[in-house]
């Protein structure tokens, strides 16, 4: 046994271990005599960087004037202002006073009982002091959890769909006869011939995938389809959904598949976008923005045109992504906060700055008759893309703020991914037909998502 332990100690304190020993304490002395970061000011966390370079002047001329009231603005990366306001939420340890977090991170923020969300209720003040009327209803839907408003929406992000104007025009091939999907794949339909003989379609009419979720998604909800109801609880294993997806499914599947995937932000993607090897593409105005920077080379060879309908007379238009604005509980400067986050969220030099440097149009209708929304656009090819998103602001569908959204878009996805599948096992590529399996396999899907969300005992107590 002595042996044994000597042999233990020389392992211990064996010229490896030391060192590692020694490196632990050094380090550990060098971080607790580090100076803590303070922060002057009221803290405000946020994460996305061209929401912090137009907040700057704004945040400025705040400091200026109300000199007493500071505002202290400090970006973090997404994920480390999800832990930190997700942990302080659960076990009150500190957060900013002020906080404006993405649509995804915010869902996880309604998974118990109402009275316990960790941000105040902004219902009754929103409707007393008139910002519910001016701002885009819809936008609200994201960040309203069982009735209750718990945020200012940031944003709108309605959806055009962008075309290679040169190519379409250079064709002959008139976009004014569009209005819906069958239209649009019917008026295209020439583009998508091998005319250079190397056995491929010389274009693909629009970007969509089988593991592209997001267009799926924004498909079912310019639908009318639903991932969850207004209790948000599951509610996609629906006949509209089903038809949704099966109708995609013979957009990307079999042989004469129109439809592929190309990435929205990556190097490859804007290369084949700028060759032309796609078409068309759902563009929420945020990803307008990102374009002109990262694919400049695209300038003058795009143009918008509403997203067609799924039937005569429908809606134009989608969603995807959103932001919001909201004030901690724990914060002890409620009336500073609010009064920060009006000057901030309602402001028209914002919805201007925003606009102008990322394409994104503000949720505030008040700002909507501004003139530099009716700018032309060179990028596009002179159209005035703001006037064209804000027609379809209006009409953008109601969206879920179910802490599941997040579980309820992968079931969607993996429902897709199930449906191709079968289509190409079985050689099955007409609506009809795949319709009835589409359904089954959303059945299937949604029957597990209500499992896991039967375990959540404090959401199923709290909507008892």
Known sequence: MIKALRENIDRFLSPGALVI??????????????????????????????????????????????????????????????????????????????????????????????????????TDLIHKEGIYQQINTPSFAPYTSRG?????????????????????????????????????????????????????????????????????????????????????????????????????????????????????????????????????????????????????????????????AWEKGGRRTTVAGGTMIGIPKASKHFDTGWEFVKHLYLSPDLAKHMFENTSIISPVKTTWTESFYDEPDPFFSGQPIGRMYIEQAPHVPHRPSSPYTSAGGQKIASSLIELARYARANEIYDVASLEIEALNILKANQASLERLISRNLFLVKDEK
């Open 21 to 122: 020993l020694s490196i632990a304490i050094v380090t550990s002395f060098i971080v607790a005599s580090l100076p803590e970061k303070v922060v002057d000011g009221l803290p405000f966390w946020l994460t996305a960087t061209a929401h912090r370079a137009a907040y700057v002047e704004l945040v400025a001329e705040w400091n200026e004037e109300k000199p007493d009231k500071k505002i202290g603005m400090t970006q973090l990366h997404s994920r480390a202002l999800e832990r930190r306001m997700l942990s302080g939420f659960l076990s009150g340890t500190p957060v900013a006073d002020i906080i404006e977090a993405g649509i995804g991170v915010v869902a996880k923020v309604f998974l118990g009982p109402v009275n316990e969300i960790g941000f105040v209720d902004l």
């Open 148 to 308: 209750r408003i718990f945020g200012l929406p940031h944003d709108v992000h309605p959806v055009l769909l962008a075309y290679r104007s040169d190519i379409v025009e250079a064709a002959g091939i008139d976009v004014s006869t569009i209005e819906t999907w069958d239209d649009y794949f019917r008026v295209m339909r020439p583009l998508f011939r091998d005319r250079n003989g190397d056995g491929q379609p010389d274009h693909f009419l629009m970007t969509a995938d089988d593991t592209r979720s997001d267009v799926a998604i924004m498909l079912i909800l310019q639908a009318g389809g639903s991932i969850f109801d207004q209790n948000d609880k599951p509610d996609f294993a629906s006949k509209r959904n089903a038809h949704v997806l099966a109708t995609l499914t013979t957009w990307i599947a079999g042989p004469n598949a129109t439809c592929t995937d190309v990435p929205a932000n990556t190097a490859a993607g804007h290369r084949q976008r700028l060759e032309g090897f796609v078409i068309g593409t759902l563009v929420p105005d945020y990803m307008a923005g990102s374009w002109k920077i990262e694919n400049p080379s695209l300038s003058g060879k795009l143009k918008f045109m509403p997203v067609p």
